[in-house]
């Protein structure tokens, strides 16, 4: 199914998409409306290599799928070095594991150390 974000106006410039079929149906539409591409309107999209079989061609943004994996997995990491300490439902103390687990007060009360 299409889904539409926003309604075409004489303002529109350019058009953003991530499916194919919303890229079909977006160039009909527009050409039903007499607007031509990319003289009126520009179509951009994502990663989509089918994009360069488009005429004409369309704007493709690439993503590096490694960089977001590499991100995702950073930032995974950082949540799982996260300790906390909660009492009565509420987070009293957070800090990383490793600094908890040689927190005085935390080793004290939660450790009975």
Request: hydrophobic residues 40%.
């Given at each position: ?42 179509v951009a999209t994502y990663d989509d290599v089918r994009a ?15 960089r977001i994996g590499e991100a995702a997995a950073n930032l ?38």
């Amino acid at each position: 199914s299409i889904v539409c974000r926003e309604s075409l106006t004489e303002l529109t410039t350019a058009i953003a998409m991530s499916r194919c079929d919303d890229k079909r149906v977006t160039r009909r539409l527009m050409e039903q409306a007499g607007l031509h591409v990319p003289e009126d309107v520009s179509v951009a999209t994502y990663d989509d290599v089918r994009a360069e079989l488009c005429e004409p061609p369309l704007t493709v943004v690439s993503q590096s799928l490694v960089r977001i994996g590499e991100a995702a997995a950073n930032l995974a990491l950082q949540v799982a070095n996260r300790g906390y300490v909660m009492e009565n439902g509420q987070i009293i103390l957070s800090d990383t594991a490793d600094q908890l687990l040689t927190n005085e007060e935390v080793k004290r009360a939660y450790l009975g150390i």
